[in-house]
């Protein structure tokens, strides 16, 4: 079993950065790639990003390129979304998951085993 528990979310407006934390525990953290996903309200969950093993590796959805960076630190358990140039769009609640998968198919979420209980993220315009 994985544990994960986010933080980080709130309401900001738009334009400013929120950096979202994931904290891991339970089995060995490095045995797992991570991901983040949101959801929007009426929306399915959806991909925003998700970082290798070893962290050489990410991956990003389109829409969050160039302003969402994941990183993630082994030695702490936890990984991170920075999030710069928030936009009204963003607004959803992000969970942080843990896969077994690689390469490209750490992009779906049906290849997550562990999810978080999810951060509401509200950006106002």
């Known amino acids: 079993q994985v544990q994960l528990v986010e933080s980080g979310g709130g309401l900001v407006q738009a334009g400013v950065s929120l950096r979202l934390s994931c904290a891991a525990s339970g089995r060995t953290y490095s045995n797992y790639a991570m991901g983040w996903f949101r959801q929007a309200p009426g929306k399915e969950r959806e991909f925003v990003a998700a970082i290798s093993r070893d962290g050489g590796t990410t991956y990003y959805t389109d829409s969050v390129k160039g302003r969402f960076t994941i990183s993630r630190d082994n030695a702490k358990n936890t990984v991170y979304l920075q999030m710069n140039s928030l936009k009204p769009e963003d607004t959803a609640v992000y969970y942080c998951?843990?896969?077994?998968?690689?390469?490209?198919?750490?992009?779906?979420?049906?290849?997550?085993?562990?999810w978080g209980q999810g951060t509401q993220v509200t950006v106002s315009s």
């Open positions: 998951a843990a896969s077994r998968s690689y390469g490209q198919f750490i992009r779906l979420k049906y290849n997550y085993e562990y």
